[in-house]
């Protein structure tokens, strides 16, 4: 089972969700928490597309890290 780092942003209105290591496979939602789980399902969508078309799956590269300043 793979891990893939997902960055959710806050919008005007909604929160956007994308993964760093599957280009194209974004989602939103109206809350930060409605977003997560739409991205869930946008990767768990993403990876079956991509094993039907017997592509390889990306491996995991990103991470995260704050860094506090001032």
Known sequence: MARYLIIIE???KNYSAYSPDLPGCVAAGKTRAN???NMKK???MHIRGLRRDN???PEPRS???YVQVG
């Open 63 to 65: 991470i995260a890290e």
């Open 55 to 57: 592509q390889p799956l």
């Open 35 to 37: 977003a997560e789980s």
């Open 42 to 44: 946008a990767i768990e």
């Open 10 to 12: 806050k919008a005007e």
